[in-house]
């Protein structure tokens, strides 16, 4: 299918976590679009309770190491983002100043992706977690209940949301929603706010409303802690050999590129056709979903081809808390819906995210790499 991205021109478009990893690269793609883009979201490179406390709320902290960035660190900076955006700085648990935002913005187009997004975080601040994931999720909804301008809602979540019972099986969009962990649990709660929301309020007025459930993703620029790829790119730029925690993991690894376009796909269509807004999962086909073993291979392969040296690494369980040891997506509703493929193999997607931190290691432009890849991943879509 032909999708005529040229709907975003000119088109308001919030993105709530604009600041984070996947939100940078969501603006980037928007600017390059030409939308008028405009973002909320804590300061870069912060997604713990320290950022609460710069902004003056009172939220106790909890745990040695609670508040910690994990590295200074932030594509949204080295990629100057801000400077074809109105990015504002604040909290999604404020309500009053989202709301006065939205009031000011007007936006068309809400694409809900902030989120305290670490399963490991969540374990060492539950009440951090659910604050932002839940209650931020029901300010954005709130604030946008209460402005006559937006035409279109798309809330992030995670493939995480779903019970897993370690059956082996694909989660479809069926599936009992109840996360494990306070991460995924809290997401699974922001889905269930979502549908309520679309029931009490705006499938009266006429708004659409999706929800995206998006597999693991990869790509240049993410430097968080508790994520196998920014640990392998951190240990193979020192010299060091890579830890991983658990080698034989099933995750649905796709680029960073496959959720972004299939966020903004979903937004446009069901703008369009407001009988398509519902949740999807966004993820890729099953030969791609992989150990991440295999992922640490693929890197370590790809660190070789594209940088100097061949990486080595380690199985090394920290004894850390519980995370699911089978995850697949099942994407068909996504794919039938939206007539939409995944573009990039998991082999092409980790070749991607490893040139772009060469590229970055070697002192070379951060955008300059974000657009190439971009327009690549445009022609070919």
């Given at each position: 299918?032909y999708?005529?991205?040229?709907?975003?021109?000119?088109?308001?478009?919030?993105?709530?976590?604009?600041?984070?990893?996947?939100?940078?690269?969501?603006c980037?793609?928007l600017?390059?679009?030409?939308?008028?883009?405009?973002?909320?979201?804590?300061?870069?490179?912060?997604?713990?309770?320290d950022?609460?406390?710069d902004?003056?709320?009172?939220?106790?902290?909890?745990?040695?190491?609670?508040?910690?960035?994990?590295?200074e660190?932030?594509?949204f900076?080295?990629?100057r983002?801000?400077?074809n955006?109105?990015?504002?700085?604040?909290?999604?648990?404020?309500?009053?100043?989202?709301?006065?935002?939205?009031?000011?913005?007007?936006?068309?187009?809400?694409?809900?992706?902030?989120?305290?997004?670490?399963?490991?975080e969540?374990?060492?601040?539950?009440?951090?977690?659910?604050?932002?994931?839940?209650?931020?999720t029901a300010?954005?909804?709130e604030?946008?209940?209460?402005?006559?301008?937006?035409a279109?809602?798309?809330?992030?979540t995670?493939d995480k949301?779903?019970?897993?019972?370690?059956?082996?099986?694909?989660?479809?969009?069926?599936?009992?929603?109840?996360?494990?962990?306070p991460?995924?649990?809290s997401?699974?709660?922001?889905?269930?706010?979502?549908?309520?929301?679309?029931?009490s309020?705006f499938?009266?007025?006429?708004?659409p409303?999706?929800?995206c459930r998006?597999?693991?993703?990869?790509?240049?620029?993410?430097?968080?802690?508790?994520?196998?790829?920014?640990?392998?790119f951190?240990?193979a730029?020192?010299?060091?050999?890579?830890?991983?925690r658990?080698?034989?993991s099933?995750?649905?690894?796709?680029?960073?590129?496959?959720?972004?376009?299939?966020?903004?796909?979903?937004?446009m269509?069901?703008?369009?056709?407001?009988?398509?807004s519902?949740?999807?999962n966004?993820?890729?086909d099953?030969e791609n979903?992989?150990?991440?073993?295999?992922?640490?291979?693929?890197?370590?392969?790809?660190?070789?081809?594209?940088?100097?040296?061949?990486p080595?690494?380690?199985?090394?369980?920290?004894?850390?808390?519980h995370?699911?040891g089978?995850?697949?997506l099942?994407?068909t509703?996504f794919?039938?819906?939206?007539?939409?493929?995944?573009?990039?193999?998991?082999?092409?997607?980790?070749?991607?995210?490893?040139?772009?931190?060469?590229?970055?290691?070697?002192?070379?432009?951060?955008?300059k790499?974000?657009?190439?890849?971009?327009?690549?991943?445009l022609?070919?879509?």
């Open positions: 299918m999708f005529d991205l040229s709907f975003y021109k000119n088109k308001r478009i919030l993105i709530t976590g604009h600041t984070g990893f996947k939100g940078s690269w969501m980037r793609v600017q390059i679009l030409g939308a008028d883009v405009y973002g909320y979201a804590l300061s870069p490179g912060v997604n713990t309770p950022t609460a406390l902004l003056g709320m009172n939220l106790p902290i909890s745990g040695p190491d609670s508040g910690s960035k994990s590295d660190r932030a594509l900076d080295i990629a983002i801000s400077d955006m109105d990015s504002i700085i604040g909290d999604i648990r404020d309500y009053d100043s989202l709301s006065t935002m939205i009031n000011r913005v007007k936006p068309e187009i809400v694409i809900h992706m902030a989120a305290q997004p670490i399963v490991r969540s374990y060492r601040n539950p009440l951090y977690t659910y604050e932002t994931n839940v209650m931020g300010n954005i909804l604030a946008c209940r209460q402005t006559d301008s937006v279109s809602i798309v809330n992030v995670t949301v779903y019970r897993n019972d370690e059956l082996g099986r694909a989660f479809a969009e069926g599936d009992v929603l109840d996360g494990y962990d991460y995924s649990n997401k699974s709660c922001s889905e269930l706010v979502t549908a309520t929301y679309r029931r309020w499938n009266d007025m006429d708004i409303v999706s929800t998006a597999g693991n993703v990869i790509g240049g620029g993410d430097f968080a802690s508790d994520r196998i790829i920014p640990d392998c951190r240990a730029s020192a010299g060091e050999d890579i830890i991983v658990n080698p034989y099933i995750r649905p690894y796709q680029h960073v590129l496959e959720p972004v376009m299939a966020y903004l796909v979903v937004a269509r069901q703008y369009q056709d407001h009988s398509i519902g949740s999807y966004i993820g890729p099953d979903c992989i150990t991440t073993g295999d992922m640490v291979d693929l890197f370590c392969e790809k660190w070789e081809k594209h940088s100097s040296g061949r080595n690494w380690i199985n090394k369980s920290d004894g850390g808390p995370e699911a089978f995850l697949k099942d994407n509703l794919k039938k819906t939206f007539g939409y493929d995944p573009i990039w193999t998991i082999d092409e997607a980790v070749d991607k995210t490893v040139e772009w931190y060469a590229a970055y290691s070697r002192g070379e432009d951060a955008i790499s974000m657009d190439a890849q971009i327009s690549q991943y022609k070919e879509l």
